[in-house]
């Protein structure tokens, strides 16, 4: 059985207006329990078939979204799990509870992944409970609305830079002294790092440089035969919508995509698989846009 995209859209006056989800609001970093609809993260008509078995990964926000999407597909293809995640407890249970009803074990590692301590000491978790490292997926991110660049605080740039590329350099040089030939790191760029958007401005810039660290840290492990992708979303529903857009913003989320729609976040889960496993053991230093239909220059 197929999902069913829970869609809202609402004929207006005007036709550029199309309205996708109901308008809503949280405070970052946002739950899933609170949006209306619920984020998709499972298509549960897609079954593993063990790409993954006796691998263990480290998810960032693996609690909810992009994260819990993958971390669900990995577990069905046989990996171990650990998920770092900043508070949001109740969705971390939900997404650990999934992945031991696939067979998978799930190591929660609640912490602030802006501070370098607490980066090496996520990997050193990860290490300990599961004995080894095999993928690293660095997929945290916060955003906030700024009309202009002049709006943007000190504070804020530097919570954004901090959060977004600075602790993905700190938990790779943790989990690199652990990491084996065939071993995956993935980072989650964005759409935005290759159009920009005009209200997004410190966060579209954190994404470019998630492009660029990609590509050159690609080019830096490749003789340890260690392999560095990314992926750009397009538009997802996430808790970081309603956590970080105006009510109206989210009424309208993904509606400028030639799809129409923003993406569930299992649509993300296959790319994620891919890039972890053996079938994408000739593919580094490259980014595969899951965006909609966006034509964006690589």
């Known amino acids: 059985m197929n999902p069913v995209y829970p869609i809202y859209k609402k004929e207006t006056v005007c036709k550029e207006q199309v309205f996708t989800f109901p308008p809503q609001q949280q405070p970052l970093p946002g739950l899933e329990s609170l949006m209306n609809p619920r984020p998709i993260s499972e298509n549960p008509s897609l079954h593993g078939s063990g790409r993954l078995h006796g691998k263990t990964a480290l998810i960032t926000g693996g609690d909810s979204g992009i994260g819990k999407a993958a971390a669900i597909a990995f577990a069905k293809e046989g990996a171990d799990v650990a998920i770092a995640y900043l508070s949001e407890r109740s969705d971390a249970e939900e997404t650990r509870q999934r992945i031991e009803q696939h067979g998978g074990r799930c190591l929660l590692i609640e912490t602030d992944l802006r501070h370098k301590a607490n980066c090496i000491r996520a990997v050193q978790d990860t290490i300990h409970t599961f004995g080894k490292l095999d993928i690293l997926v660095n997929n945290h991110a916060v955003q906030y609305e700024k009309k202009s660049i002049m709006d943007i605080s000190e504070e804020q740039l530097y919570n954004v830079f901090q959060t977004n590329i600075i602790s993905f350099f700190f938990l790779i040089q943790g989990a690199l002294p652990h990491l084996g030939p065939g071993s995956s790191i993935i980072n989650t760029a964005s759409v935005v790092a290759y159009e920009g958007h005009p209200v997004l401005i410190d966060y579209s810039a954190t994404k470019g440089a998630i492009v660029t660290l990609t590509r050159t840290l690609a080019q830096s492990l490749a003789p340890q035969k260690i392999r560095v992708n990314c992926v750009a979303p397009g538009p997802v529903w996430t808790p970081l919508i309603p956590a970080s857009m105006s009510p109206y913003n989210v009424s309208t989320f ?37 965006n909609g239909g966006s034509m964006v220059t690589t």
Request: proline fraction near 5%.
């Open 254 to 290: 993904g509606a400028d995509t030639p799809l129409g729609r923003a993406a569930q976040p299992y649509e993300l889960a296959a790319a994620y698989v891919y890039l972890a496993s053996d079938e994408s053991s000739y593919v580094t230093g490259e980014a595969i846009h899951v």
